[in-house]
């Protein structure tokens, strides 16, 4: 049975929509990411959940309780949030202590668990120390234990790691997945960070305007995303124009390209966009049945494990990445290059 | 060229300053001279031991110190202090009551009403205290409401009327500091731990809050112990600090200007005692102002 069950969730604040027709089971222990472009309803989604935001329609059901009318300090949830937002009155253990003491929990038990989250976030010694004693990603992890201390029955997080540095967020990421896992607390994790929700995640909720687009595991999302918004913002996309040939082939600059995806819809001419993962283009050497294109390399951009090329074909530019290895030769602007992939790697989109 | 130029604008700004501390310091030191001189052909404390000198038992005053209806055996410097400084004590924290909830209120739930509020909150500055007065003299003192009736409800009717007066301050204090803090997450942080409404307030609005609330209340009673004319009509007995300095300005030849270096001294003692108080919470402070 879902644990937590969002249904046919609505907001409305005065003429926009902000989320529309959202449902969602989410079961116990479970990672969900909501994932999508600024402003598609994330944050508000996840503000229903705390209860800071009322829903126009639809209910909030947590382990079977309807919480929908149940006020904020009520439900039992942690939040974490972007800024922190840790008591700048109080000591980090008096941070993490504060919900217990709200909750009027035994002194004793309230010591024993603060030290426990302290070992928890590994800041054992921190006690004593003022948030602004803190750099912000133990100000974070702080946040997070003073959430978690309450021993919530979710923890929601909205967008945590988006105000640290690059290193930092990614050591907290892998932090918070093994708190997560020790702890198998049923989290939703809001970000707009493909990658995060990529790499976190047991499902991911891809949204757009309000709506949900897909609900998939990250697997699920990046290779067999369903809708060609889901295609282009998870991930980068490569897309390629051409027209439809005889035969089921797309024609790319007087080439021929074939899909395993049939061409219903569209008759010979008829203008057809096919698009592929950038990692799926191979620049040297191709495999029986793969499809080959001659293109004209515009650039080439170094990324440390990565190279990506950027290609140009009958006037569709596009880019492909290649993974770094000591035997690779790149490419120079201005070479023609062969490139080729496999029928099964294109789609055709709209 | 940009030596020279720093030079003119540092004789320039000494200048100024010189010029203001002359128009503060000057008459503060012809009141001390002439508090001195109290005896003629010498120079000495007289006027100060008149003042806060205890008298002989037969020739004590005897004046109700308070609301409560403790009689004290003491000059009325004391006794007029001691109550002053009660009402001021009183106006603080009812004033700190109504202000710290009605501002955090405003800014997180209906922060498009701010303007408004600001209005009402500087209207004591355009009202005359004079018209204060008698506005609540007349509303309060008949029925319905009777409140001078009672010596409580006189001293409630003052304590109101002063929070009102310092309502500008008290306000646009705490105000800034609201401002500083990200009150509506911290809110919201504490809300999903679980806290209620005075749970918020008390321990994590009012204590983030505590460099505005000092000298709100600083300022408070600075006010509170200097009026006058609220005081006066209120408590025509002259039982106020007010009254008592308007009297003794009124009767006496050397005596005022004691006074006026004694509550001088006094006014910068509190101001250091609520610097020390708030230096002691500095970290707030700071996190306050990022
Ligand atoms: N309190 C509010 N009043 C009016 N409109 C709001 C309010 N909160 C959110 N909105 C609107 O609802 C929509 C969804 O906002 P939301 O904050 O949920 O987006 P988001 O997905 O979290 O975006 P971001 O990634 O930028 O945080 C936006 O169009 C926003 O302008
Ligand atoms: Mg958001």
């Known amino acids: 049975m879902a644990y937590l069950e969002l249904i046919h969730l609505r907001k409305v604040f005065g003429a926009t929509v902000a989320v529309e027709s959202f449902d969602l089971d989410v079961a116990k222990g479970e990672f969900v990411s909501f994932l999508g472009p600024s402003g598609c309803g994330k944050t508000t989604t996840l503000r229903m959940i705390?209860?800071?935001?009322?829903?126009?329609?639809?209910?909030?059901?947590?382990?079977?309780?309807?919480?929908?009318?149940?006020?904020?300090?009520?439900?039992?949830?942690?939040?974490?949030?972007?800024?922190?937002?840790?008591?700048?009155?109080?000591?980090?253990?008096?941070?993490?202590?504060?919900?217990?003491?709200?909750?009027?929990a035994p002194a004793q038990l309230i010591q024993q668990r603060v030290k426990e989250m302290l070992a928890l976030i590994q800041m054992e010694g921190y006690g004593k120390r003022y948030s602004h004693q803190l750099s912000g990603g133990q100000q974070q992890r702080v946040a997070l234990a003073r959430a978690l201390a309450i021993q919530p029955r979710v923890l929601l997080l909205d967008e945590p790691l988006s105000a640290l540095d690059a290193k930092i967020r990614d050591e907290l990421r892998n932090e918070i997945r093994r708190i997560q896992q020790a702890l198998h607390i049923t989290t939703i994790y809001v970000t707009h960070d493909q990658e995060e929700a990529l790499a976190l995640s047991d499902r991911i909720v891809v949204m757009n305007a309000g709506r949900v687009e897909q609900v998939g595991t990250p697997f699920d999302i990046y290779n067999r995303p369903q809708t060609e918004f889901v295609a282009r913002f998870v991930g980068t996309l490569s897309t390629l124009r051409g027209t439809a040939g005889a035969d089921g082939c797309v024609m790319v600059g007087g080439q021929p390209v074939r899909?395993?995806?049939?061409?219903?819809?569209?008759?010979?001419?008829?203008?057809?966009?096919?698009?592929?993962?950038?990692?799926?283009?191979?620049?040297?050497?191709?495999?029986?049945?793969?499809?080959?294109?001659?293109?004209?390399?515009?650039?080439?951009?170094?990324?440390?494990?990565?190279?990506?090329?950027?290609?140009?074909?009958?006037?569709?530019?596009?880019?492909a990445d290649a993974l770094n290895n000591p035997n690779f030769t790149p490419p120079h602007a201005g070479d023609t290059v062969a490139i080729s992939f496999a029928p099964e790697a294109a789609r055709v989109v709209e | 060229m940009t030596g020279g130029r720093s030079l003119a604008a540092r004789l320039f700004a000494w200048a100024i300053f010189i010029v203001c501390a002359a128009y503060l310091i000057v008459p503060l030191a012809t009141q001390f001279d002439y508090s001195l001189r109290a005896r003629r052909g010498e120079i000495g404390f007289t006027a100060y031991t008149n003042v806060l000198s205890i008298p002989e038992p037969d020739k004590v005053l005897q004046v109700q110190a308070s609301p409560l209806k403790i009689t004290l055996n003491l000059p009325r410097f004391y006794s007029s202090l001691l109550f002053s400084c009660l009402m001021a004590v009183l106006t603080i924290i009812v004033s700190t009551a109504i202000v710290v909830p009605t501002a955090y209120w405003v800014h997180l739930r209906v922060p498009r009403l701010k303007p408004v509020i600001e209005f009402f909150t500087v209207l004591p500055f355009a009202i005359p205290g004079i018209v204060l007065t008698f506005g609540l003299l007349r509303t309060y003192s008949g029925p319905p409401f009777s409140l001078?009736?009672?010596?409580?409800?006189?001293?409630?009717?003052?304590?109101?009327?002063?929070?009102?007066?310092?309502l500008p301050y008290t306000y646009r204090s705490v105000d800034i500091g609201l401002r500083a803090i990200d009150i509506r997450t911290l809110t919201e942080a504490a809300r999903s731990l679980g806290a209620g409404w005075p749970a918020i307030i008390l321990q994590v609005i009012l204590p983030n809050l505590r460099v505005a609330v000092l000298s709100a209340a600083l300022l408070t009673f600075a006010i509170a112990i200097g009026e006058y004319t609220l005081a006066n009509f209120l408590f025509p007995d002259e039982r106020a600090f007010g009254s008592y300095m308007a009297s003794v300005g009124n009767n006496k030849i050397f005596e005022p200007a004691a006074l006026t270096i004694i509550s001088f001294v006094l006014v910068w003692i509190l101001v250091l005692l609520i610097q020390r108080v708030g230096r002691g919470t500095g970290q707030t402070q700071m996190t306050g102002m990022r």
């Open chain 1, 50 to 104: 705390a209860g800071f935001e009322q829903p126009t329609e639809g209910r909030i059901r947590i382990d079977g309780e309807d919480v929908t009318d149940t006020p904020p300090n009520k439900r039992r949830l942690g939040m974490v949030f972007q800024s922190y937002a840790l008591f700048p009155n109080m000591t980090v253990a008096d941070n993490i202590a504060f919900g217990l003491r709200m909750a009027k």
């Open chain 2, 148 to 166: 001078t009736n009672t010596e409580l409800g006189t001293v409630a009717l003052l304590v109101g009327g002063y929070t009102i007066a310092v």
């Open chain 1, 259 to 319: 899909l395993t995806q049939p061409l219903s819809d569209k008759r010979p001419g008829d203008a057809v966009t096919i698009a592929l993962r950038p990692e799926t283009i191979t620049l040297n050497g191709a495999a029986p049945g793969d499809n080959r294109l001659i293109a004209k390399v515009e650039g080439v951009t170094f990324l440390g494990s990565i190279v990506r090329v950027q290609l140009s074909v009958n006037g569709s530019t596009f880019v």
